[in-house]
C-alpha cells in the first residue's frame, strides 16, 4: 500500500477537485493524508464532514508541513502530491 501526503493551504476549491480525481481515478490500495497549513477558508472542516485523514497545524508551516502528514504515514511508500493535481 501508499501513503499520499497533500499539503494543502487556503486552496480548498482545488483540493476538492484533487480529492474528486483521486477518488474517480486511483485504483491501487492507498491512504491519503491532508496536512492543512491553517486555512481560513473552510478545508479543515471539509476535511472532518468527509471523514479524510488529515494534520493541521495552527499557522502556515510552509511546504515543510507535510512532514507532519509523512510522519502519519502507516505505509513502506509515501508520496507528497500538490492539493491542486488533477
Request: hydrophobic residues 35%.
Amino acid at each position: 500500500m501508499i501513503s499520499i501526503c497533500v499539503p494543502t493551504y487556503n486552496s480548498l476549491k482545488y483540493l476538492k477537485i484533487f480529492y474528486a480525481s483521486y477518488k474517480k481515478n486511483w485504483k491501487l490500495p492507498s491512504e491519503l493524508i491532508v496536512h492543512d497549513n491553517g486555512s481560513k477558508d473552510g478545508t479543515l472542516d471539509w476535511l472532518q464532514i468527509n471523514n479524510i485523514k488529515y494534520t493541521h497545524s495552527d499557522t502556515n508551516l510552509g511546504f515543510c508541513g507535510v512532514n507532519r502528514a509523512l510522519e502519519q504515514a502507516k505505509h513502506e511508500y509515501s508520496f507528497v502530491v500538490n492539493s491542486d493535481m488533477i
